[in-house]
């Protein structure tokens, strides 16, 4: 089996900690995981560090400052260089705690074996390699992701020359070009609204006024993605993933829970299970253009849609994310790539949900799906 490492910086990550932990050992290997803590201070995070370094993971304790976090590309890849003048392995992963790996060819999966024999195939390139496919959490929805495209980054051994801060340009010491690949990645960035405001101030703190509106609203720089949280309101917060498609990922929840990782922390929602009746395609929800206060469910094919709309297939846009954040709204576009013949409430499937029951009769009717 390859040797591929993982290797991330976190503070105070707690239950993301043991869910990255727990995933990457699965993967490959808990032997293979290298964690820099950026200054932990809450027991809890420390008593899982604690507990998986008994277990062979491995934490180095020694950069600790918010310095340290801002030159963690640098960091990060002077200790990758490290490893190339004296360890032996295949691949090196440097991915935020809050990402997952996945294959992603015509469609997400979490696969071990699959995953390996893709890596496999990527034997002696030397280009730095891109994961282009992102699936952003959904706030709140237990096994719901939105697709997006943000590029992260591996390598081969002995091939790294420079890394950035957020691990999406990479460098490779043999060559000017990165190869795309077919993996991607699962991005628990949606916390709660409150958790995420709060986090957006502890990493803006040090860059702007965050008491300041006006100053927010006027910073440019480093994190300032991160500004539109604090121009909003909960109920806005919750509707940024719900106007458009999303996926229903079963098999990353499976997976999940065979690893006991606590899915209702990494959510942040309430879990209530729905058992698609089809496991070669994936179920997506998008809402319904005539019914704006319900969603329609269908199972995607991913090889109609690309037969049915030309202009997708010379395009570079995954059909999954085309489909999720324009094609719905245009029925023609996916009539015969996903046939549609149930609805829900949208409240349904909101964090506190007013009536339970709408998700159990829901998941009844799921299996007349086909």
Not at 171 to 188: D, E, M, R
Not at 199 to 227: E, P, T, W
Request: glycine letters at 4%; proline letters at 2%.
């Amino acid at each position: 089996m390859l040797n591929i490492r993982c290797i991330t910086m976190q503070k105070n990550e707690t239950y993301l900690l043991d869910a990255w932990i727990k995933y990457y050992a699965y993967l490959f290997g808990i032997e293979n995981l290298y964690i820099l803590d950026n200054g932990s201070t809450e027991e809890k995070t420390k008593e899982i560090l604690s507990s998986y370094i008994k277990l062979g993971c491995h934490v180095i304790d020694e950069y600790h400052t918010h310095e340290d976090f801002e030159n963690k590309g640098d960091i990060i890849c002077n200790i990758i260089k490290g490893w190339d003048q004296r360890d032996e392995y295949d691949f090196v992963i440097p991915i935020d705690i809050d990402e997952f790996i996945i294959l992603h060819q015509d469609y997400p999966s979490c696969n071990k074996e699959r995953i390996h024999d893709y890596f496999k195939s990527l034997i002696g390139v030397q280009d730095a390699f891109i994961m282009q496919e992102s699936y952003l959490n959904v706030p709140g929805e237990v096994g719901f992701f939105s697709p997006i495209c943000v590029s992260k980054c591996f390598f081969a051994s002995k091939t790294i020359d420079s890394l950035d801060r957020g691990f999406h340009h990479p460098v490779s010491k043999y060559s000017s070009t990165c190869k795309n690949t077919q993996l991607g990645y699962l991005h628990f960035h949606n916390r709660s609204f409150k958790e995420t405001v709060e986090l957006a101030k502890q990493k803006l703190a040090h860059r702007v006024d965050v008491h300041n509106l006006d100053a927010l609203k006027n910073y440019v720089g480093a994190g300032d993605h991160l500004i539109k949280y604090f121009l909003m309101n909960e109920y806005e917060y919750y509707q940024l993933y719900r106007n458009h498609g999303n996926i229903y990922f079963y098999e990353a929840i499976l997976l999940f829970i065979s690893l006991s990782i606590d899915i209702e922390a990494v959510f942040n929602g309430k879990y209530k299970e729905i058992k698609p009746s089809h496991d070669t395609k994936i179920l997506i929800r998008y809402p319904n253009i005539h019914n704006t206060e319900n969603y329609l469910f269908g199972y995607f094919d991913v090889t109609n849609y690309l037969f049915m709309n030309q202009d997708v297939k010379e395009a570079a846009i995954h059909p999954i994310q085309h489909v999720c954040l324009h094609g719905f709204v245009d029925e023609k576009r996916i009539a015969h790539a996903c046939q549609s013949t149930i609805s829900a409430a949208r409240d349904s499937f909101a964090e506190y949900l007013s009536n339970p029951n709408d998700l159990y009769i829901f998941n009844l009717k799921l299996s007349q799906l086909k």
